[in-house]
């Protein structure tokens, strides 16, 4: 088995998990499942020498030279979370350096034939320089460094990690389905059914959900939402007034008005999407998406909130709202998806 002495630095199991494994580790819900791959209730570690430095949409990837259950030399793959995860938490390509001699605690993969594992903090000489529980839990003390405010929304914002909020479009037991809904779930297969596998995109709300950075441009008559993870970009048109003629598409029509500095959201028009809704709960034609971007008194924090329906798959309203902190200081990149490492899990 791997060494497992070094995962005792880590507190609360790991802080529960890193949060689920980051709730599923990529949070947009058009990438996988972890426990179809890794064996999430087993916490160890392995050590080695990092060969390679993956550093691609939608996971990073670490690979080392170490050794096996029965003590071959091998080369680990170890999946890791979306590039943008780890930049908003402060880690870049350039964090770990080949040839670092490292231990990475997390979680073996199910296949005992397969050298593969499930990062959650990364240790050299017994200092965890990269982990997911201390990322999450430094993000507050981040913020609070920048003394710059923002006076509209507009600017480059870090979506603060809310496990609740993300949970409830993971924990697909708990939401009020139609029967149609609890079918689609029941008969979801993570690899056959999920989007993701093809590049294709999360749609919202669950990317506004996301901890990356995100970016919001304010024109005359439009607003223009990014967010790193998807790549995606939003428009919202400011100049008009219904749906009308709109064009299907996997971030829908979305149409804004404001109210003082509160940008209201009114979205239809979604293409249908196989995970669109939740994690293994489909989106139809019908789905309705109400959302509000609040800036805070004091300029540090913008409030989003969302109202999410779909009759045909939700008996009703889903709604939850989050915060984002203003981060002029990060820079907004997206990297576009790699459908090689997207395909990884599948194989």
Request: with cysteine.
């Amino acid at each position: 088995m791997p060494s497992s002495h070094h995962a005792r630095n880590l507190s609360v199991s790991s802080y529960l998990s890193a949060c689920l494994a980051l709730c599923v580790l990529s949070f947009s819900y058009g990438h996988h499942l972890t426990s179809v791959r890794f064996d999430t209730d087993t916490d160890t570690a392995i050590s080695g020498a990092i060969t390679r430095v993956d550093w691609r949409n939608p996971h990073v990837y670490l690979y080392m030279e170490g050794v096996n259950a029965v003590g071959e030399q091998v080369i680990w793959e170890i999946e890791g979370p979306p590039p943008a995860t780890l930049r908003r938490a402060g880690w870049s390509r350039e964090t770990v350096a080949i040839g670092a001699q490292v231990t990475i605690n997390g979680n073996p993969g199910r296949d005992p034939e397969r050298n593969i594992f499930l990062f959650d903090s990364l240790e050299i000489q017994d200092e965890i320089v990269m982990g997911l529980a201390q990322g999450l839990a430094a993000l507050p003390q981040q913020d609070a460094a920048i003394t710059e405010r923002a006076t509209s929304i507009a600017g480059t914002w870090g979506t603060n990690f809310s496990r609740d909020a993300n949970m409830k479009l993971i924990n697909t037991a708990a939401l009020p389905l139609t029967d149609k809904g609890a079918a689609a779930v029941r008969s979801y297969n993570e690899v056959e059914d999920n989007p993701g596998i093809e590049c294709v995109p999360a749609t919202s709300p669950a990317v506004m959900l996301v901890p990356d950075i995100k970016s919001i441009e304010v024109r005359d008559d439009v607003v223009l939402i990014r967010a790193e993870q998807e790549a995606m970009e939003r428009i919202v048109y400011l100049k008009q007034d219904s749906h009308d003629a709109a064009v299907e598409s996997i971030h829908g029509h979305s149409i804004g008005h404001w109210e003082g500095s509160t940008l209201l959201i009114d979205t239809t028009h979604f293409t249908p999407h196989r995970q669109g809704n939740a994690t293994g709960l489909p989106s139809g034609r019908q789905k309705h998406l109400m959302e509000r971007l609040t800036l805070e008194a004091g300029g540090s924090r913008l409030n989003y909130s969302y109202e999410l329906s779909d009759p045909e798959y939700l008996q009703s309203t889903l709604s939850d709202q989050i915060q984002w902190s203003y981060r002029p200081d990060l820079e907004y990149v997206a990297l576009p998806c790699d459908r090689e490492n997207a395909r990884k899990f599948a194989l």
